[in-house]
Every structure is written in C-alpha cells, then in structure tokens.
C-alpha cells in the first residue's frame, strides 16, 4: 500500500497561482485512482478532483475551469494546479490514493488566500 506526502501549500494572495504535489512510495502507485479533497475550518471535507489510472478526471462545481489534476506515473506523483485562487479556497488540502476498495490519505497541506 502506498503512501502519500503532500507539498507545495502556503499563502498566496486572490487571484495568484499554486501547484501541490502528493509524492507516493510503493511501486504500484500508476493503478491507484488518485484524488484531491479539502477541509475548510469547522467544515466538512469537501471533493476537489479526482484522476483515474486512465487519466480521466473529474473535478468539484467550485474548482471546475480554476484547477487542474495531473499525474506522472514515472515520478509517483500527483499535482494539482491551482489558479485564479479565492479566499475561499483557503483549506487543508488532502491527497487521497484508493484502490480495490482501500483508501489512504496523506497528512495534508495549508492552503491559505489573503490579501
């Protein structure tokens, strides 16, 4: 089973622009669908996006057009691109791998949009 660490939060201000990765160990990380999700203070963990094996993707109503998820099979990596970010995006932002039925997390990272 893999495991997941995330990296790339912190603070920026509306409008600008942020990358996160989630680096995963194991060597079965390309048959994994992985996933981004976030949890806004006293907030429900909410779904951001998802990438499949495949490469398919699917994305939340509030970060469709702004952010994108992206894979590299050969770095066990998984990215989102964040852009035009709002205060409102502020959350801890979670990397979720599942695969045949199991789901693991990583620890999370601090997103942050303020002036």
């Known amino acids: 089973q893999v495991q997941l660490v995330e990296s790339g939060g912190g603070l920026v201000q509306p409008g600008g622009s942020l990358r996160l990765s989630c680096a995963a160990s194991g060597s079965i990380f390309s048959e994994y669908r992985m996933g981004w999700y976030r949890q806004a203070p006293g907030k429900q963990r909410d779904f951001v996006a998802i990438i499949t094996s495949g490469g398919s993707t699917n994305y939340g109503d509030s970060v469709k057009g702004r952010f994108t998820i992206s894979r590299d099979n050969a770095k066990n990596t998984v990215y989102l691109q964040m852009n035009s970010l709002k205060p409102e995006d502020t959350a801890v932002y979670y990397c979720?791998?599942?695969?045949?039925?199991?789901?693991?997390w990583g620890q999370g990272t601090q997103v942050t949009v303020s002036s």
């Open positions: 979720q791998g599942y695969r045949l039925g199991y789901f693991v």
